[in-house]
């Protein structure tokens, strides 16, 4: 089961990062309170991501403001994330993969790509905002190095605030470098899940995978 989740999308909830808006130091954090500060945007038509993929840096952006700069993990160089210019086009607040996942026969949780026996129950993608076809921000865990097949992870309360920062319409910009990495990269604290132990099946399966933050999402 290891070797499922580590290979696979890795997208459930694990600890949080010290994150306070976008002004915080670039220490590594490796499994200790992640706390997150997002701001709301005066126009919420006016937001704009960008994702540099060398720093693997979310900066989300209301002209020159920013509303929160987060570390995430992004695609392997077999598998990488697509560069470019993009739109926010599918939000799904629970969504759950249809490739990679479990057989649940029983008491038994077995990992799975669907078929066979058993009720197929797909890894949680949660917090999932579509911008290309099978390519999304999504909740998961966080490395210091390229981890996904593609998708780009947020780590814990991160996820979900960034859902509620974007909208449908919401423009995406993926490339190399940024130039808010002159200004923002070394403000972003890093964090490694490397080490962090998987949840049990029986929470992937079920919807304690979803876990919201327990504060406001937005400030």
């Keep these: 089961m290891q070797h499922i989740f580590r290979l696979a999308l ?13 002004a915080t130091g670039g220490r590594v954090s490796a499994g200790g309170p992640y706390h997150v500060t997002a701001y709301k945007p005066h126009d919420p038509s006016a937001v704009r991501v960008k994702v540099s993929l060398s720093k693997q840096n979310i900066y989300v952006l209301e002209g020159d403001r920013c509303l929160m700069a987060v570390a995430c993990s992004v695609g392997i160089p077999s598998k990488p994330t697509p560069k470019g210019s993009f739109t926010i086009y599918s939000k799904q607040e629970q969504k759950r993969s249809g490739s990679y996942g479990f057989s ?20 949680p993608m949660g917090y999932w905002c579509e911008f290309a076809p099978a390519y999304g921000f999504h909740q998961g865990f966080v490395h210091p190095y390229p981890r996904t097949h593609g998708c780009i992870r947020l780590h814990g309360e991160a996820a979900p605030k ?36 998987d949840p049990p099946g029986s929470v992937i399966i079920s919807s304690a995978a979803f876990e919201k933050p327990s504060g406001p999402l937005l400030e």
């Design 104 to 123: 649940v026969q029983g008491d038994r949780i077995v990992p799975s790509t669907g078929g066979g026996s058993g009720r197929y129950v797909g890894y």
């Design 10 to 22: 890795l997208c459930a909830c694990g600890s949080l990062l010290l994150l306070t808006g976008c």
């Design 162 to 197: 960034f859902f509620a920062l974007v909208r449908i319409g919401t423009p995406v910009n993926i490339a190399t470098t940024q130039p808010e990495d002159a200004t923002l990269a070394s403000k972003v604290q890093r964090v490694d899940d490397s080490k962090t132990p």
